[in-house]
C-alpha cells in the first residue's frame, strides 16, 4: 500500500513552478545501506540525512518527481525527471526550438523514445547524463548514489566551507560530495561531465533549501561546465 504526498510550491523568482513529489511507502524496510570502510564518512552522510529530516523519513521516500525551470548558455528550457528508486529514472527536456527529449533509464540500460521512432537504446554516456541530473535522488540516498565514499578534508565550496566526501558516482566515475560545516546540508556536488573529453567537471551546487512534507529539499541548482553556467529552480 502506497500513500501518495504532492507537494507544489511557487518560486520567488517570477512565474515558473516547480513541483516536487515524493511518494512514501506506507510500510517496509528501509534501504539497505553499503558497505563502506570509511565510518568517518557514513556518520557525516548521516548528519547530512538529519538535517534534512532524518534517516527514517527520508527512507520513506520511493520516487522523487521534479520539475524545473531553467535558463543557460543557449536560451530556457524545462527539465522534468521521474526518479523511481533505486534504479529508475524518466527525463524529460523540453525546449521551444526542438522537439522534446525523453529518455528512460532503468539499472544500467536505456532508451531514448521519439514518435516517429519509438523506443531506441542509448549509449552508456547519454545514460550518465541522465544520472547526473537526478540530483534529489543524490541527496536522499547519499549512500547509494555514491558508493564507497570517504572523508577527504574540507575545502570552500560555493561560498560555505564544507566538508569534503570524495568517491564514486552510479557509473563509476569520480565523484565529490561537499557538505556545508555548519549545518551538514549538502552544498552540491563536482562530477564527471559524460561527454567530455578527459571526464571535464560539472560543478553543482544546490541552494534555497525548504521543506517538501516531513523532509527539506533544496529548489535550486546551478551547473557550471566549460559550455557556462545553467541555473535550474525546482
Known amino acids: 500500500m502506497r500513500d501518495t504526498l504532492p507537494f507544489v510550491t511557487r ?14 511507502a506506507a510500510c517496509g524496510l528501509p534501504p539497505a545501506r553499503p558497505d563502506t570502510e570509511d565510518n568517518a564518512a557514513v556518520r557525516l552522510v548521516m548528519s547530512a ?31 522534468r525527471v521521474e526518479t523511481l528508486l533505486p534504479d529508475s529514472v524518466r ?17 544500467d540500460r536505456g532508451w531514448r523514445f521519439a514518435p516517429e521512432v519509438g523506443p531506441t537504446p542509448i549509449e552508456e554516456p547519454l545514460r550518465a547524463v541522465v544520472r547526473g541530473r537526478e540530483l534529489h535522488a ?16 574540507e575545502a570552500p565550496f560555493a561560498g560555505h566551507s564544507c566538508l569534503v566526501l570524495e568517491g564514486t558516482d552510479l557509473t563509476g566515475r569520480p565523484a565529490t560530495v561537499y557538505l556545508r560545516a555548519e549545518d551538514a ?19 553543482i551546487d544546490l541552494a534555497d533549501w525548504r521543506p517538501v512534507g516531513d523532509v527539506r529539499l533544496f529548489h535550486q541548482a546551478t551547473f557550471t561546465t566549460r559550455a557556462g553556467v545553467s541555473r535550474w529552480v525546482y
Not at 513552478?17 to 512514501?24: A, Y
Not at 547509494?144 to 565514499?149: A, D, N, Q
Not at 546540508?185 to 560543478?203: H, K, S, T
Request: net charge neutral; proline share 11%; with cysteine.
Open 138 to 153: 543524490m541527496v536522499v540516498r547519499m549512500l547509494e548514489r555514491f558508493p564507497e565514499l570517504r572523508r577527504a578534508g
Open 49 to 79: 540525512e538529519r538535517a534534512m529530516g532524518g534517516s527514517d523519513p527520508l527512507a520513506k521516500i520511493h520516487a522523487i518527481i521534479a520539475e524545473a525551470q531553467c535558463r543557460g548558455p543557449d536560451g530556457e528550457f524545462t527539465t
Open 91 to 107: 527525463f524529460v527536456q523540453r525546449r521551444p526550438d526542438r522537439p522534446p527529449l525523453e529518455i528512460l533509464v532503468v539499472g
Open 11 to 24: 518560486s520567488a523568482l517570477g512565474p515558473w513552478l516547480v513541483v516536487l513529489v515524493l511518494i512514501h
Open 185 to 203: 546540508v549538502p552544498a552540491g556536488f563536482r562530477l564527471a561531465d559524460p561527454l567530455a573529453p578527459g571526464g571535464e567537471p560539472i560543478v
